[in-house]
């Protein structure tokens, strides 16, 4: 893990999306963070040691999708296309992140996808760490830097020289690949932060402890911030979500941008989806 020491730094953007309004200074502990996001083979040895069985991997309950047959209810998870988008495929899981017929074999140091905050969460308190706060994560991507564009600094994105696995060219139908890869590179394959920590921007988004609100900054703590009590999501109303940061390889600037170190995502706690990971954190106080 990385030692990220505590200070103060200003949170959010006035240039971004509504959700990162408004910038407000906030002050942060001094805490531990995964240098990489966990890797296929990290899951693994947790899942080897307690047998646990991701969301993914059980059975949809009918209670919650009574307009789906009986026999449509599988396991299995979301699914990214390039030219269709997203599609619901049957058997996909942390094993088998594009389907049954994907594997993750030889690719113990690709980022563990298809996992929801469920199973972040279970996989933290194994290894003794927890999810980091919104908070959290954004003063370590940014280096407790206020302002700052992009996790390497204010220049853009440089085909040239690559700072993140992002999807370059037209989204959702075409990605050049310049930065070597379409899908998630292995973990370390581009130049880390100032502090130390790979794969901040782009490469698969990544759980946060907070629910999700877009108005949480107007009522947030000055002082580590622990979230809100309680999700809302005006988009989907009744359904609560998690917050996830960081983009993806599908964030493009033609599209969400959501490798900026203050773009906010969100997601239902209970589904894992193949551009999202996590990594975990841990108090410097030892709590």
């Known amino acids: ?73 599988v396991p299995g998870a979301a699914v990214f296309s390039a030219g269709t988008g997203w599609a619901y495929v049957p058997g996909a899981d942390w094993r088998h992140p594009q389907g049954p017929k994907s594997s993750i074999r030889d690719k113990d140091d690709l980022p563990v996808v298809q996992v929801s905050w469920n199973d972040a969460l279970a996989y933290a308190k194994w290894a003794g760490k927890r999810l980091p706060t919104e908070t959290e994560w954004e003063f370590a991507a940014t280096g407790g830097k206020s302002g700052l564009a992009y996790t390497w600094g204010d220049d853009d994105f440089d085909p040239a020289k690559p700072q993140a696995n992002i999807w370059q060219g037209d989204f959702p139908n075409q990605d050049d690949k310049q930065d070597g890869y379409s899908g998630p590179a292995p973990v370390g394959s581009f130049p880390p932060t100032a502090n130390g920590l790979s794969d901040m921007a782009g490469n698969v988004w990544e759980w946060c402890a907070d629910w999700y609100r877009p108005d949480a900054y107007l009522s947030s703590a000055k002082d580590n911030p ?47 989806l193949g551009h999202v990971g996590f990594r975990c954190a841990k108090s410097a106080s030892g709590k």
Do not use: W
């Open 226 to 272: 622990p979230g809100p009590a309680d999700s809302v999501d005006p988009q989907e109303p009744g359904v609560p979500k998690r917050v996830i940061r960081g983009g993806s390889y599908l964030c493009a600037a033609n599209s969400c941008m959501g490798y900026r170190p203050s773009a906010r995502m969100k997601s239902s706690p209970d589904t894992g």
């Open 1 to 73: 893990m990385v030692f990220i020491a505590g200070g103060s730094f200003t949170m959010g953007a006035d240039t971004g999306m509504e959700d990162e309004k408004p910038p407000h200074e906030v002050t942060v502990s001094s805490f531990y963070m995964d240098k990489h996001e966990v890797t296929n083979a990290q899951f693994a040895a947790f899942v080897e040691a307690t047998h646990y069985v991701t969301d993914a991997e059980g059975k949809p309950e009918a209670k919650d999708f009574p307009d789906v047959p009986a026999d449509k209810l």
